[in-house]
C-alpha cells in the first residue's frame, strides 16, 4: 500500500505561480515512477522513480516543472505562468505495479485524494 498526500493548491492569478507537494508513504524504498494529472484523467507531467526522465503534457510544456526528493519521499510540481486553464483539482499517482503507459491513468496503482487550484482571470 502506498499513501499519497497532495497539498500546496490555492488560488493564484494569471500568470502567477504555485508548487505543489505530494508525499509519499507506505511502501520503503519509494523505487516507483509518480505522475500528476488533473480532473482525474488529464496527465500532467510524469517523473520515473529515479527521477532522470520527466514527460510533460504539451499544454504545460515550458511552464511546469516535476520533480521529486527522494530522501523526503516527495514529488513536487512547479507551475509557473499559470493560465484559467490550469485550475482544476490536481492529483498525485504512483505507478508501483503497473507498467502501462505513463500519459494514462489507468497505469497507475494509487492516487492521492487532490489539491485544487483556482486560477483567475
Same mark, same amino acid.
Given at each position: 500500500?502506498?499513501?499519497?498526500?497532495?497539498?500546496?493548491?490555492?488560488?493564484?492569478? @494569471?500568470?502567477?505561480?504555485?508548487?505543489?507537494?505530494?508525499? @509519499?508513504?507506505?511502501?520503503?524504498?519509494?523505487?516507483?515512477?509518480?505522475?500528476?494529472?488533473?480532473?482525474?484523467?488529464?496527465?500532467?507531467?510524469?517523473?520515473?522513480?529515479?527521477?532522470?526522465?520527466?514527460?510533460?503534457?504539451?499544454?504545460?510544456?515550458?511552464?511546469?516543472?516535476?520533480?521529486?526528493?527522494?530522501?523526503?519521499?516527495?514529488?513536487?510540481?512547479?507551475?509557473?505562468?499559470?493560465?484559467?486553464?490550469?485550475?482544476?483539482?490536481?492529483?498525485? @499517482?504512483?505507478?508501483?505495479?503497473?507498467?502501462?503507459?505513463?500519459?494514462?491513468?489507468?497505469?497507475?496503482?494509487?492516487?492521492?485524494?487532490?489539491?485544487?487550484?483556482?486560477?483567475?482571470?
Amino acid at each position: 500500500q502506498v499513501q499519497l498526500v497532495e497539498s500546496g493548491g490555492g488560488a493564484v492569478q @494569471a500568470g502567477g505561480s504555485l508548487r505543489l507537494s505530494c508525499v @509519499a508513504s507506505g511502501r520503503p524504498g519509494g523505487r516507483y515512477s509518480m505522475a500528476w494529472f488533473r480532473h482525474e484523467r488529464e496527465f500532467v507531467a510524469h517523473i520515473t522513480w529515479d527521477g532522470r526522465n520527466t514527460y510533460y503534457a504539451d499544454s504545460v510544456k515550458g511552464r511546469f516543472t516535476i520533480s521529486r526528493d527522494g530522501a523526503k519521499n516527495t514529488v513536487y510540481l512547479q507551475m509557473n505562468s499559470l493560465k484559467p486553464e490550469d485550475g482544476g483539482v490536481y492529483y498525485c @499517482a504512483a505507478q508501483v505495479y503497473n507498467g502501462g503507459y505513463y500519459g494514462s491513468s489507468v497505469s497507475y496503482d494509487y492516487w492521492g485524494q487532490g489539491t485544487q487550484v483556482v486560477v483567475s482571470e
